[in-house]
């Protein structure tokens, strides 16, 4: 099992990014795909998951009309469209893969969000 995410950068409170988390190893499918955060100092919190065939989202209500979670299972691969971000988004962004045994992780995306 393999998951990369991208699409990290620098951007300006108010501004955008989309993250991706592609992954590999297993048939996508099948699987429940989830965002995950840790900002410093912090643990590492649920930001949405999205089920199966993305018929299902849930989200922190932190994020909450701001973020979209998506998936694309031709690419298999999992999306984060986030707006509107504040300062208080800055964290390092991780995608999951849970269960049935465990888990498996992506090695994260640093978001930063500063003027």
């Known amino acids: 099992v393999q998951l990369v995410e991208s699409g990290g950068g620098l951007v300006q409170p108010g501004g955008s990014l989309t993250l991706s988390c592609a992954a590999s190893?297993?048939?996508?499918?099948?699987?429940?795909m989830s965002w995950y955060r840790q900002a410093p100092g912090k643990g590492r919190e649920l930001v949405a998951r999205i089920t199966n065939a993305g018929g299902s989202t849930n989200y922190a209500d932190s994020v909450k009309g701001r973020f979209t979670i998506s998936r694309d299972n031709a690419k298999n691969t999992v999306y984060l469209q986030m707006n509107s971000l504040k300062p208080e988004d800055t964290a390092v962004y991780y995608c999951?893969?849970?269960?049935?045994?465990?888990?498996?992780w992506g090695q994260g995306t640093q978001v930063t969000v500063s003027s």
């Open positions: 190893g297993f048939t996508f499918s099948d699987y429940a």
């Open positions: 999951l893969r849970a269960g049935p045994n465990r888990g498996y």
